[in-house]
């Protein structure tokens, strides 16, 4: 079943098309992602898909349904999350509590209960402890931002997109900032949300980290689609080694360990089982 759908996407910015046509698929229980140099237009193509930045043509379907005229918070709801690249953690809360402030969605009569029952429970604690033990922070949730590492941190940004329960995630640089031992554990720990019902959608510019946790990737440049196939496919594509590397770059031979190392995927792949 296809989950998320855009068909001829443009978003253009003072006569600039940030993104121009693009046409991308998702189906349910996957694990995509999209890949392309800084400034290529990744980014953009999420604000677009989750409602942040305007559409000047094109369609975004999702779970069956088109988003034409719905607001980022409604797109939430119907089961499409996100994390962003700059964190804005709240430093003097604890890491549970910048969990239940994103995930909880108060009635109108939720202050009333508040008076009359202070300290309640919140209803999304259950699904906030959920998601700190899917990325493996199930013990530090008492713990604060600055208490934790870098990569911690980022963990923390993904543990705030999946307290929702989404059936989507949009991941925006999850890998930023990381060293390549944190960036291989990262990926293993998050090829796992497929284990609990969750189709993941991954942007990045690490090519090592993509390649080795997708099962099939878009390439973007200059917000144009140049490429898109299996891992194997697009590391041997020419236009995608032209792109990261300049145009007269010649692809090595498929499989050969120069093409490996050359789109960062000299490291075997990491799937669930590995994490």
């Not at 237009?41 to 088109?66: L, Q, Y």
């Not at 032209?242 to 093409?259: H, Q």
């Amino acid at each position: 079943m296809t989950l998320l759908r855009t068909w001829d996407l443009t978003v253009t910015f003072g006569g600039l098309n940030a993104n121009e046509s693009v046409a991308i698929s998702v189906e349910s229980g996957s694990f995509v992602g999209l890949i392309g140099p800084n400034g290529a237009g990744k980014t953009t193509f999420i604000d677009a898909i989750t409602g942040f930045v305007p559409t000047s043509a094109g369609e975004v379907e999702f779970d069956g349904r088109s988003f034409a005229g719905v607001a980022p918070h409604e797109r939430a709801a119907r089961g499409l999350s996100r994390t962003f690249q700059q964190l804005e953690l709240f430093e003097d809360m604890s890491i549970r509590d910048n969990l239940l402030v994103a995930s909880e969605r108060p009635a109108w009569w939720s202050f009333v209960l508040d008076i009359f029952r202070p300290g309640r429970p919140s209803p999304a604690a259950a699904d906030v402890d959920w998601a700190l033990d899917v990325v493996g922070l199930s013990g530090q949730g008492d713990r604060f931002p600055s208490d934790l590492s870098h990569g911690q941190r980022k963990l923390v940004g993904v543990a705030r997109a999946l307290a929702s329960r989404p059936k989507l995630v949009l991941l925006d640089e999850p890998a930023a900032g990381l060293d390549t031992t944190e960036s291989q554990r990262l990926g293993g720990q998050l090829r796992s949300l497929l284990d609990h019902d969750i189709t993941v959608f991954l942007i990045d510019h690490d090519m090592g980290l993509v390649l080795s946790v997708c099962d099939y990737i878009y390439v973007l440049d200059f917000g144009v689609v140049i490429a898109e196939g299996t891992p194997e496919e697009v590391r041997n594509n020419r236009e995608v080694i032209s792109a990261y590397l300049g145009a007269e770059a010649e692809p090595p031979p498929p499989g050969s360990t120069e093409a490996a190392t050359t789109l960062g995927a000299s490291d075997p792949p990491v799937r669930a089982d590995d994490a």
